[in-house]
């Protein structure tokens, strides 16, 4: 169906409407005397359904006639769905439950502020898009149609809202302006709410007006940060936490927060994601919810200097920054609301080629997403660029699971599958675009060293004075205090004393130097110092081509956010860093998504996320599953490398959020291996 508004329209004027599909083919037509809001009816057989996975748009070309002379004609394109809210159950679109992968989005850029041009508002939908968000809220206003269009056709589910933040507009004021925004945007079927002001912003009395020109009766909803202000059977109550979110969940009411997790700086967003997400998507009443928000609000201050001003951390709360610089969280969050779920962390020992997978889509069939899969080798420390070489490739036939259901992807591997560092599966979603890609590793930890660390035939040596040992081997040696047990300082034959000392400190527990010895192991020279507390011992042994290896034990009782040792270096001597581990962001304890292993490579930086100058990577951070990492210091190169899984790198200070103490706090030192 569809109204027509007209006015001063002759007694014989007509009002025709024809329906043409996304290929101008003529699907139906109707037509009505003219009048003031005429309704005119017809159907189309087998219409496609709009939704976010399939935006199917229809065109309705509307003419105006007198006799047979078209005195006017317009036409708007729109789509065929429905959205219900079913009470104490959950939202429906097209009768199937669907939940929102939604992000809030302040129009934004930051030369022209609130004022953006249709390619700004086209690179947000794709940004969007590729996360493998489903929803935007437009906070706190109407965007611009050009905006509405885009969801259109990309596909984006929208929260359209009443303009205005904390303060209500009184009813002659509010009914105005929702009838304007209503009667503009009623036909993008992307919007399936309205959204009646924000955190007490709303004004009730306006809730029927919605209504009585929405032709289509979409829901309306109350975004609130007071718990009690929940709205036709939805509560939209903002930044509860993890246990008052499972709380509310478990309640009558269906949840979908249109704002959680909020993004300053470093925070929110990614972070915690994951929990949240596995919580609302196996709860029966969750709609999704909404993150708070996409783009960083810098300005470009012209009067000073044109640097990127937001306000403080007023404005340091976007999953993007304000020229749409991806950070950390964009990565992380494209990996947790991945349609395509793949939980397999590590590649089993015996590996048959089934990878259990569980389709998340709503509506798509996984026999519509393809998978091609690559073998490849990693990169050395000493070749000039980073990443990985692809040594064979394929493509997997693509398994018929249904949305909500659960199956395997059976990847064809070569018998001598094992002879290559790392197996990556990309899916690619039924538009061609990629939805994520994992990765593997197919060898040990040890034989990820290959070619790397070098055993050698070579002699070490050692000297022992009064208060230190001297080991040395190939061109390297390294100086130990008996005093402490303390690496004091390292040296290269062909440079000056290299300043990574001040090790290792046990970053948890307490420990007093007993004693130490010298002894030979093969032809190297070991020195082992024993402790009492929770250090039990360290044993320094330098091989004869210069590689000294550092072993510990140490022994806790009790719970601790982290172990290991740190060793203390000057930052300001740091150029970079290169690393065969996850990256190339740094990873957060709730934060571990969207960092695959690969060889990364960082310049040093000493950016604090979203402030002035903005650079991406963050330099400093933890950094997991490190093979090995190759630090360039204004003193030469140096190495660091393990044999064992589950080593994180910290490199210097850094912090989440602005004011706040991290949490866990910092280890000891300035460089840990935890």
């Not at 740190?566 to 970079?576: K, M, T």
């Not at 490579?601 to 979203?610: A, E, G, I, P, V």
């Not at 204004?634 to 991290?662: H, I, N, Q």
Request: aromatic letters at 12%; one cysteine or more; glycine letters at 10%.
């Amino acid at each position: 169906a569809a109204q027509v508004f007209a006015e001063g329209l002759n007694a014989g004027t007509t009002v025709h409407v024809s329906i043409l599909d996304s290929k101008g083919k003529g699907v139906a037509t109707t037509s009505a005397k003219g009048s003031n809001g005429v309704v005119l009816k017809t159907s189309v057989a087998n219409a496609a359904q709009w939704t976010s996975e399939t935006p199917n748009l229809y065109k309705a070309v509307v003419t105006l006639k007198n006799g047979t002379k078209t005195i006017y004609q317009t036409n708007e394109k729109f789509g065929f769905r429905t959205i219900e809210v079913r009470r104490g159950d959950g939202i429906y679109v097209n009768g199937l439950q669907v939940k929102m992968k939604g992000v809030n989005r302040h129009v934004w850029w930051p030369e022209t502020g609130r004022s953006v041009n249709p390619q700004i508002d086209l690179a947000d939908v794709q940004l969007i898009k590729e996360m493998n968000m489903n929803a935007v809220r437009c906070s706190h206003y109407p965007p611009d149609k050009a905006f509405l269009e885009y969801c259109d056709s990309l596909g984006l589910y929208v929260i359209n809202e009443l303009a205005g933040w904390q303060k209500a507009y009184s009813t002659k004021a509010g009914e105005p302006l929702v009838e304007e925004m209503v009667k503009r945007d009623l036909n993008h079927p992307s919007i399936i709410f309205w959204a009646n002001g924000n955190e007490g912003g709303t004004n009730k009395a306006l809730d029927d007006v919605f209504t009585k020109w929405d032709f289509s009766g979409r829901p309306v909803i109350h975004p609130h940060h007071r718990p009690g202000n929940h709205f036709g059977g939805i509560d939209c109550n903002h930044y509860e936490d993890y246990y008052s979110t499972k709380k509310i969940l478990e309640d009558s009411l269906i949840y979908m927060p249109t704002e959680f997790l909020h993004s300053q700086d470093d925070g929110g967003a990614g972070a915690a994601m994951s929990d949240f997400w596995e919580l609302h998507w196996g709860a029966k009443r969750s709609g999704g919810g909404f993150l708070w928000a996409l783009v960083d609000e810098a300005i470009v201050r012209t009067d000073y200097n044109n640097v990127l001003d937001a306000n403080g951390l007023n404005a340091n709360d976007g999953i993007v920054g304000p020229y749409r610089q991806k950070e950390g969280s964009f990565f992380a969050l494209k990996e947790v609301f991945s349609p395509v779920k793949i939980r397999m962390e590590n590649l089993p020992q015996i590996f048959d080629g089934r990878i259990d997978v569980e389709n998340r889509f709503h509506f798509t069939d996984l026999s519509q997403v393809s998978f091609q899969w690559a073998l490849v080798n990693y990169r050395k420390p000493w070749d000039a660029l980073a990443g990985y070489t692809v040594e064979k490739r394929g493509v997997t036939t693509s398994p018929s699971v249904a949305p909500g259901a659960k199956g395997t992807v059976q990847v064809q591997l070569p018998a001598d599958y094992k002879a290559y560092d790392a197996l990556i599966l990309a899916a690619m979603g039924p538009d061609k675009k990629e939805i994520y890609k994992w990765t593997w590793k197919v060898k040990p930890a040890e034989a990820l060293l290959s070619g790397v660390v070098f055993s050698s035939d070579s002699t070490a040596s050692v000297a022992e004075t009064d208060t230190t040992y001297l080991l040395w081997g190939g061109q390297n040696s390294l100086v130990l205090d008996k005093r402490t047990g303390l690496l004091l300082s390292t040296k290269n034959a062909a440079g000056d004393n290299l300043s990574f000392r001040n090790g290792p400190v046990l970053v948890q527990g307490d420990a007093t130097l007993t004693g130490s010895r010298r002894f030979k192991e093969g032809k190297s020279e070991v020195v082992e110092f024993t402790y009492s507390g929770a250090l039990k011992w360290v044993r320094w042994k330098m091989q004869g081509n210069g590689w000294a290896d550092m072993d510990y034990e140490y022994e806790l009782n009790g719970s601790y956010p982290f172990a290991g040792v740190s060793f203390s270096y000057p930052q300001n001597f740091v150029l970079g860093v290169k690393w065969l581990g996850k990256g190339p962001y740094r990873q957060w304890k709730n934060r571990l998504q969207g960092t695959p292993v690969n060889v990364w490579q960082n310049l040093y930086n000493n950016t604090h996320t979203s402030y002035n100058p903005i650079v991406y990577p963050e330099f400093k951070g933890y950094y997991g599953e490190v093979s090995w990492m190759e630090f360039s210091t204004v003193e030469g190169k140096f190495y660091v490398a393990s044999k064992d899984t589950g080593l994180y790198v910290r490199l210097f200070d850094f912090y989440g959020l602005s004011g706040a103490r991290p949490h866990p706090e910092l280890p000891v030192g300035n460089i840990s291996f935890l």
